[in-house]
């Protein structure tokens, strides 16, 4: 394991082996096993598993050469093209776990990785929906190298690393195959360490639920660097069974439409925001839609309504409630109409163990709300390089407290009522307040600062930050310009500022944010 990392306890580890749970092997075996089937569509490219496998092998022996090594972290912050499932699988040959890093994340954001991680190479676009990522690196100090997908300027290009195939090191099962990021708690994102043994069995667990098999098409409509379109199934779990992934350039309809018809997507996983906007257009679209047979739900909050809705006018909807961390539960094959609408599904593996809490800790019966703890064969046992966080975020034993709030049904189903955690779920971005109100603190003319979310029905939350000035009163667009100035990423931007002469306190003296989030109009 890589320092900084949490090891699965040896007896878990050995357990997880003789159940079948963990196989010992690596997350490049997916490219093996099928050979001249299509792997990957993408706007005029069409690449088979061979063809995949072979790139990977050279791309890899060319990050090698430039001297990444087993172990070493990379930044991969590219969006869903044919370089990032490249750039993806060459790093998982080599052992060099990718951090994956989202599109919108700026200099602060990608910093604090490169800072954090002591990543020796940083892989970007040239430019990517007009922000021009080689100035971004210009700013960035700490990796070694910057690889660009397209025009590198002074960087080095990623075209010229495909090498000579080279017969290299291998990772281990055991090795960190990858790095995610938190949804964030307080303060800034976590990182994920996920090994090849425990996301291969996520990802096969999602896969085999999903009924997925070789005639299957699935569509990448949002981030790959996101854990729900990467493994859950994703595009991995796609791989994993042997069929078709189809990259779009943007979610919207009019891109994802005329996919759907002309590739036969059958799969596809959205938040609700943008299953909203395409049951919307697929009430006026001429595209045919008949070969979607399963829509993930998934990333926020999930209106009985709109997975009616889904149910009726794509596809059959499967709800998807999960964490980068770990846990999965997603709708069986067999729910009826009803639980698909108002349920989370269920745990995947017969292994997850599941415990509704109160608040000191002791489980609650079934039917019960409390916080929601994990354990199981694909759920961390800590953050990377975050050990007075791990003391917080799980147990002595081993359980993770996600801060959801749930309740457990009959069924065995779970359905998720809130959260414990001050995270604002914004179209299925997660913006951690603390972080903002961090930002928003720096500014010259803000004394005090409180972040909360309110409802939207496109987004299910938006951001509102409630101020308290310090001299002139600063306007939203003045937040707007100093935090993108700081480096922060769009969607955590506040989307309304509240100037208020206080800030409402508790009787213990903290600032009172269910009495904010009470009082929004």
Not at 64 to 72: A, E
Request: negative net charge; glycine residues 10%.
């Amino acid at each position: 394991m890589i320092p900084g990392c949490v090891p699965w306890p040896a007896e878990t580890a050995r357990r997880h082996r003789e159940l079948g749970l963990w196989t010992g092997q690596t997350l490049d075996v997916l490219l093996r096993a099928h050979g001249e089937r299509t792997a990957l569509v993408s706007g005029g490219v069409r690449r088979t598993y061979r063809e995949l496998a072979d790139r990977a092998a050279r791309l890899a022996a060319g990050f090698h050469d430039l001297g990444v090594r087993r172990g070493d972290r990379v930044i991969v912050q590219l969006p869903n093209t044919p370089d990032l499932i490249d750039t993806l699988f060459a790093l998982l040959t080599l052992g060099a776990p990718p951090v994956l890093a989202l599109p919108p994340h700026r200099r602060d954001e990608i910093g604090h990785l490169a800072a954090h991680t002591e990543a020796v190479a940083y892989v970007i676009p040239a430019v990517h929906q007009g922000f021009d990522h080689r100035e971004l690196a210009r700013e960035i100090s700490g990796p070694k190298h910057v690889v660009v997908a397209g025009e590198p300027g002074e960087f080095t290009p990623l075209s010229s690393l495909y090498a000579e195939p080279a017969d290299l090191e291998r990772p281990e099962p055991g090795d960190v195959a990858l790095f995610l990021l938190s949804g964030g708690t307080t303060g800034r994102s976590k990182l994920i360490p996920r090994t090849h043994d425990d996301y291969l069995c996520n990802l096969r667990l999602s896969a085999a639920n999903a009924r997925l098999g070789p005639d299957d098409v699935y569509l990448a409509a949002l981030p790959i660097a996101h854990n729900y379109a990467l493994g859950c199934p994703g595009v991995l779990g796609t791989l994993h069974a042997g069929g078709s992934v189809v990259l779009t350039p943007t979610p919207s309809p009019d891109d994802a439409f005329p996919l759907i018809e002309s590739e036969r997507v059958t799969v596809t996983g959205l938040v609700p925001s943008l299953a909203l906007l395409w049951t919307e257009a697929a009430s006026w679209s001429s595209y045919d839609l008949s070969s979607l047979r399963l829509v993930q739900l998934g990333g926020a909050s999930v209106s009985p309504e709109l997975a009616r809705d889904v149910g009726e006018r794509l596809g059959r909807v499967q709800q998807s409630f999960g964490m980068a961390e770990g846990l999965l539960s997603q709708s069986p094959p067999d729910d009826s109409p009803e639980l698909l609408a108002t349920a989370q599904g269920r745990p995947l593996s017969e292994h997850d163990e599941v415990r509704i809490v109160n608040e000191a800790g002791d489980d609650l019966p079934t039917g019960e709300v409390g916080e929601l703890l994990v354990r199981g064969p694909y759920t961390i046992r800590g953050y990377f390089r975050a050990e007075e966080h791990n003391a917080r975020a799980f147990t002595a034993d081993g359980f993770f407290r996600t801060g959801d709030l749930a309740r457990r049904t009959e069924t065995g189903h779970l359905v998720i009522c809130g959260r414990v955690k001050d995270v604002i779920n914004r179209g299925g971005d997660k913006v951690p307040a603390e972080e903002v109100e961090e930002h928003l603190l720096a500014h010259p003319h803000v004394r005090a600062a409180a972040v909360v979310p309110v409802p939207d029905p496109y987004l299910g939350e938006r951001t509102c930050a409630y101020v308290v000035a310090r001299g002139g009163p600063p306007t939203s667009r003045d937040i707007d310009t100093f935090m993108r100035e700081r480096g922060v990423a769009a969607y955590k931007i506040p989307d309304r500022v509240v100037v208020v002469p206080s800030l409402p306190l508790t009787p213990v003296g903290k600032v009172d944010k269910a009495r904010l989030r009470s009082e929004t109009p």
